[in-house]
């Protein structure tokens, strides 16, 4: 068995392709590979994000987006907390004990918030994902109950919840509103999607 020497030139010529071949095939294998990694967007969407709530006045509510949702963040006045206990004989869920959406510890009372007079919730309702309207004003008005106190109206198919997203007996909503895992980052910035500090 012979073999037949190669010389330098073609040697120099095996190796530059060889090389080459092994970088193109880098350049192809990185944009397949990084295909499988989340996109920016989809990192960003499952975000926590910060909201400042110093502006924030009783009576008022801010809306933010979180995880492609409508995240309400309300300060309730006084008044409209000490109305929130009145209604628990008429509510389907009072204490937040369903499992549906699991409310978090901190949100299991009459409130449902950390903070009893800054109440956050996610604006989708538990029946078919339809948003509520906001009805704070006291009062008999078309579509709700002549002794209305104040609070959310479905009006996709007549759901009613008070101030706390907790939602009335009777109607089409089985659960109340989803409160999301969040946490006070100072007494004027909110950090929702996370509520435990690294």
């Given at each position: 068995?012979s073999?037949?020497?190669?010389?330098?030139?073609?040697?120099?010529w095996?190796i530059?392709?060889g090389c080459?071949?092994a970088?193109?095939?880098?350049f192809?294998?990185?944009?397949?590979?990084?295909?499988f990694?989340?996109?920016e967007?989809?990192?960003?969407a499952?975000?926590?994000?910060?909201?400042?709530?110093?502006a924030?006045?009783?009576?008022e509510?801010?809306?933010v987006e979180?995880?492609?949702?409508?995240?309400w963040?309300m300060?309730?006045?006084?008044?409209?907390?000490?109305?929130?206990?009145?209604?628990?004989?008429?509510?389907?869920?009072?204490?937040?004990d369903?499992?549906?959406?699991?409310?978090?510890?901190?949100?299991?009372?009459t409130?449902?918030?950390?903070k009893?007079?800054?109440?956050v919730?996610?604006?989708?309702?538990?029946?078919?994902?339809?948003?509520?309207?906001?009805?704070?004003?006291?009062?008999?008005?078309p579509?709700?109950?002549?002794?209305?106190?104040?609070?959310?109206?479905?009006?996709?198919?007549?759901?009613?919840?008070?101030?706390?997203?907790?939602v009335?007996?009777?109607?089409?909503?089985?659960d109340?509103?989803?409160v999301?895992p969040?946490m006070?980052?100072?007494d004027?910035?909110?950090?929702?999607?996370?509520?435990?500090?690294?």
């Amino acid at each position: 068995m012979s073999s037949t020497p190669v010389d330098a030139s073609k040697r120099t010529w095996l190796i530059a392709s060889g090389c080459a071949g092994a970088v193109g095939g880098a350049f192809v294998a990185v944009p397949f590979v990084s295909s499988f990694q989340p996109s920016e967007r989809a990192k960003a969407a499952g975000a926590a994000v910060e909201v400042d709530i110093s502006a924030l006045q009783p009576g008022e509510k801010v809306t933010v987006e979180w995880r492609g949702k409508p995240v309400w963040i309300m300060k309730r006045t006084p008044e409209q907390l000490a109305a929130l206990p009145k209604f628990d004989g008429q509510l389907a869920d009072p204490k937040s004990d369903r499992t549906a959406y699991p409310t978090p510890d901190y949100a299991k009372n009459t409130h449902r918030s950390i903070k009893p007079e800054i109440f956050v919730g996610v604006g989708i309702c538990s029946h078919l994902g339809c948003s509520p309207s906001d009805k704070f004003q006291a009062g008999p008005q078309p579509s709700l109950p002549d002794d209305w106190q104040g609070g959310f109206l479905c009006p996709c198919h007549g759901s009613t919840f008070d101030l706390a997203g907790r939602v009335f007996k009777n109607k089409p909503a089985p659960d109340n509103l989803e409160v999301p895992p969040h946490m006070y980052v100072s007494d004027t910035k909110l950090l929702i999607g996370e509520d435990k500090k690294a």
